[in-house]
């Protein structure tokens, strides 16, 4: 499998503004990704617009932004962007972002979503042929898994000359959000890839030993409603089975039948991402493995500016699709490289091990803690 | 009717130390070795 030409170009300067929706943990670490300087120490957007439903949270935000970011508060969402903005990333909790996807399609914009939720993924991929109409590219789940589990998938691919099998497993939420999205996708029903068509299985079903980079090491990976499979298939012709699963316990397993009554918490701990290849390589059966290991507000919110900032230079195909099909794996991945986001491949038990650094940039630090039901 | 209690009373301990030790024992246990990992590096993502 070979990458498309577009796949060198770097991630360069946009000019135009670029809009974050959604003022979480996710939305305001994505805003002070987009105001990163980019190789050769440029500001690559030409203005951030962050725009939350909370009128309490803008005016937090906008004293801890300052001028570097337009703050608005939205409670209605009738919010108008203006012209000068060409990229919108959608960072609201997961099945909040269908309409606004929509919407600023039609306003003639590019759309980057953050969702993982399996029922708004399928939504949105029928949104393909009105982004295609509108010549414009619409991203969707751009943050971990899917995601950056996505650009691990698309990359490891290129190793290999057929891709079998794919298998995702992730480790780890972001905020509460995010969190409350892993409890309902483990309760849920998971759709997997097998042998050219969907089955479905029951969630904390299938457990599985997964290696995730140290210091996580080995977990029981559980099936779960996940959109990872769904953004995959399409772009991989051929491919028998791929599957997703959440890292989980036995205790999450025995109370999930009941409500949440402890809050969980701002922003979760150290999180990982490993995707699984089998295919072939000169007529030899090959497994590759790939691993990402951060927090995963941090990584999330780092694939979905760099996601932006590519879309929003333009030179992207028009339609919905997934990130191993954008065609831009590569640079995006180096630019993560570059920002602390790095992968890892597993060579075996005697290759020396994964150094673990958990890159937090200063401007993620002093972050004004969330608070609230927006938080991923 | 005291010895009833006495046993039901027992039969709940039982199954709150089954549960506890259950949830304690019952996780995959992973092999002993780790690592493997080597982080990407250039020539990778060229």
Redesign the interface.
Known sequence: MTLPASDEAPIGPVGSRIAVIGGGILGVRIARELLTPIAGGAIATGGVVLVTRRPDRAKVLSGSFGSSVAVFSDEHGTTELGAEVSTVVLAGAAGTQLDAARDNLRAGRHVVATSDDPDEVEAMLALGPDARASNRTFVIGAAMAPGLSCLLVS?AADLLDRVDEIHVARHGAAGPACARQRLRALRGTATDWRDGEWVERAGFSG?E?C?F??PI??R?CYRAALADPMLLVPEFEGVERVTARIAA???DR?LAPFPVLLPPPVEGGLGAVRVELRGEVGGERRTVV??VLDRPAVAASATAAVTALRVAAGGCAPGATGLAGLGAT?PI??EL?RRGV??????????????VQVPVPEATVSTVTPEGEENR | MRGLRRAVLAVGLALLVSVVVRFRDDATAPPPAAGGWRELQGPDLR
């Open positions: 990359h457990r030993l290696w980079p140290d090491g080995a029981d316990n036995r205790r025995a790939y691993g590569r991945l180096v490289a790095r992968a890892a491949v597993f060579e075996g038990a005697h290759a020396s091990p994964l150094e």
